[in-house]
């Protein structure tokens, strides 16, 4: 069953470093989203990404944070310059919505993301 | 705007007992989807299940059953005869309007099942 894979499954990265993290979608997927959970948090809303383009983002998603497509398979979530609070796990998530009214997005396992 | 509230932090039962987790949800459109996610303590998430405002049947999928109920904006989830596989972090998520929309969460609810 295709499924999404992120790497790296941990990221370690000083203060003020960038940082990219990988995501591969499901291959016939059309939308892509990331998502960051802060330890014990719960789950919230990034970015979302269609066509080449950002769709929506959240108030989360300043200047710091962009996302590419720089190829037909990876997806990526660039953080220009770390901060401590930025220490959570994110997750990559695709869906298809030419299957009609499911709305479901399939998640990735997540990367690890600590910022020393 | 959209919310979704869980407001079970943490719901600890003996294993065999049955435990329903609780969430209700605010939102303004008419067309909607409701989700169940389990997180175990590996970190990923789960789907369990997805429902859509227009279908108000009851689901059962083994010993798991949920309620969904326009009426109080209520999706609740039971866990019938629990078992100690089933400690997670469950999270009720909704989406509405278009698919670039990103799923709200709620806090999530801690179940400890205890042996």
């Known amino acids: 069953e295709p499924e999404v894979t992120q790497t790296p499954s941990h990221q370690v990265t000083q203060m003020g470093q960038e940082v990219i993290l990988r995501c591969v979608p499901i291959s016939n997927h059309l939308y892509f989203y990331w998502y960051r959970q802060i330890l014990g948090q719960k789950v919230e809303f990034l970015v979302s990404?269609?066509?080449?383009?950002?769709?929506?983002k959240s108030e989360i998603f300043d200047d710091q944070f962009s996302v590419e497509r720089p190829d037909g398979s990876n997806f990526t979530l660039k953080i220009r310059s770390t901060k401590l609070e930025d220490s959570a796990m994110y997750f990559c998530?695709?869906?298809?919505?030419?299957?009609?009214?499911?709305?479901?997005?399939?998640f990735g396992p997540g990367t690890r993301l600590t910022v020393t | 705007a959209q919310k979704v509230t869980q407001a079970q932090t943490e719901i600890s039962v003996v294993e065999k007992e049955d435990v329903t987790l609780d969430c209700v949800y605010e939102?303004?459109?008419?067309?909607?989807?409701l989700f169940w996610y389990k997180q175990p303590p590996s970190g990923e998430l789960v789907f369990l299940i997805r429902r859509n405002s227009f279908d108000e049947q009851n689901e059962i999928s083994g010993r798991y059953s949920w309620n969904f109920q326009k009426s109080t904006s209520s999706f609740n989830f039971t866990i019938t005869a629990s078992q100690v596989v089933d400690s997670a972090v469950y999270f009720c998520a909704l989406i509405s309007g278009g698919g670039a929309d990103g799923l709200t969460f709620g806090k999530g609810t801690h179940l400890i099942i205890q042996p």
């Open positions: 939102t303004r459109d008419t067309t909607y989807y």
């Open positions: 998530a695709s869906s298809d919505l030419r299957v009609a009214g499911t709305y479901e997005q399939y």
């Open positions: 990404f269609y066509n080449n383009e950002i769709s929506e």
